[in-house]
């Protein structure tokens, strides 16, 4: 069994950062691409930023040069440093990895509100 657990959500002023963490745990074989998705209310998942396992990045056009997302895969963790929040980047932010074995899996998600 695997697991993929998110922290570091909460509410920030409009301007603020977070930094959000996903950690793999349990019988890890290797990891693939990482990423975080946001699904703001009423609206559908999207993908955010993502990583490979080289740590090559991606980014959707809405947070280019605000998000960074980086990876520690000593440690099977990925990162999202989000910077000058904006109200519309309110929504939960989910984790995905894809895991050698197991497959695709997501975290239970954290929610980000920011208030403006």
């Known amino acids: 069994q695997v697991q993929l657990v998110e922290s570091g959500g909460g509410l920030v002023q409009a301007g603020g950062s977070l930094r959000l963490s996903c950690a793999a745990s349990?019988?890890?074989?290797?990891?693939?691409?990482m990423g975080w998705y946001r699904q703001a209310p009423g609206k559908q998942r999207e993908l955010v930023a993502s990583i490979t396992s080289g740590g090559a990045t991606n980014y959707v056009d809405s947070v280019k040069g605000r998000f960074t997302i980086s990876r520690d895969n000593a440690k099977n963790t990925v990162f999202l440093q989000i910077n000058s929040l904006k109200p519309e980047d309110t929504g939960v932010y989910f984790c995905?990895?894809?895991?050698?074995?197991?497959?695709?899996?997501w975290g239970q998600g954290t929610q980000v509100t920011v208030s403006s």
């Open positions: 349990g019988s890890i074989f290797g990891i693939g691409s």
């Open positions: 995905n990895a894809h895991l050698t074995f197991w497959g695709e899996n």
